[in-house]
């Protein structure tokens, strides 16, 4: 690998797009939510319907398989709602949240979209769990582990299904569930609801390449953590904080991202009741992240 990526870094055609991004791989480990308890009630209210449902979840994971294998991914296994893939983090023109995202409409177009399974999915969303709330219709979480290409691959395995059974399966579910190591041994990670505006915006502030903007950010927001506990619970307070510290050029260039991430820190720390450092630490996963797939290899 050594070798074939000093060839790469020297060909005039590839070494000014290459990124640090490139020397890492994630694995991404998936299953439907709800899907179980799909498959109980057709079978108790309509089994004739079973193989109506199996056929459905077949053609899920085939034209899975196909986008996966169109950005550049290598499927492991794919078995109805159940996948398991190795991954490029970032391509010429997407990156790895890209791809999940074009899994979910295939599984909306599939599954939810499919007028045979539309009375069968209405009877599960009136259905009570354990609790006495009422059943999502079924949805995709994935486990995303992301190691540098050295990183020993059954670690970064085990890593994607704990995250996937272990935080993004657990309470709501339809979430994924990241953890980025990187080669110097540092990581970051999070758990991110896919029905959030926060992951919107995360999503929306992925393509922002100004590595020197994310840095300033990060350093400052962590210097003004204690003026921010005391003006965050209210937004007009936020806004002005935002428009006194956030006024150079670097940052009015960027005044979309800026609004992005004000916008973020507010619905974050409504999110988790208040905590400043519950609130900053998402916040600053969701900042490397965007920093990481952006940053060229020679920086």
């Known amino acids: 690998e050594e070798i074939l990526w000093e060839k790469i870094s020297k060909d005039d055609n590839y070494k000014n797009s290459l990124k640090t991004a490139h020397k890492y791989i994630a694995i991404v480990q998936a299953d439907g939510d709800n899907v179980g308890k799909l498959i109980k009630l057709i079978y108790d209210t309509n ?37 398991l893939f190795f991954t490029p983090i970032i391509t010429k023109d997407e990156n790895v949240f890209n ?131 005391e003006i965050i619970e209210q937004e007009y307070r936020l806004d002005n904080f935002f428009d006194n510290f956030y006024d150079e050029d670097i940052h009015k260039k960027n005044k979309d991202f800026i609004d992005k991430l004000k916008k973020m820190i507010f619905i974050t720390h409504k999110e988790t009741e208040g905590d400043i450092d519950k609130t900053l630490k ?7 992240f965007v920093k990481f797939i952006n940053r060229k290899n020679d920086e």
């Open 99 to 229: 791809l999940l995202s074009n899994i979910d409409e295939i599984f909306k177009d599939k599954l939810l979209n499919n007028e045979d399974l539309k009375e069968a999915l209405n009877q599960l969303t009136e259905t009570t769990d354990e609790c006495g709330q009422k059943l999502k219709p079924p949805s995709m979480s994935y486990g995303l582990s992301v190691t540098y290409y050295k990183y020993p691959m059954h670690e970064a395995l085990n890593a994607a299904r704990k995250l996937l059974f272990e935080e993004a399966k657990s309470n709501d579910k339809n979430a994924i569930a990241y953890i980025l190591q990187k080669h110097s041994g540092q990581s970051f990670e999070d758990v991110i609801s896919k029905e959030s505006e926060f992951y919107k915006l995360f999503r929306n502030m992925l393509n922002n390449k100004d590595k020197n903007l994310i840095s300033s950010l990060l350093y400052n927001l962590e210097n003004q953590k204690f003026i921010l506990k």
């Open 47 to 83: 089994a004739g319907l079973i193989t109506e449902f199996s056929k459905t979840l077949s053609q899920f994971s085939l034209e899975a398989v196909k986008v996966i294998t169109k950005y550049g991914g290598e499927p492991v296994y794919a078995g109805g709602d159940d996948l």
């Open 282 to 288: 998402k916040v600053y996963s969701a900042l490397r």
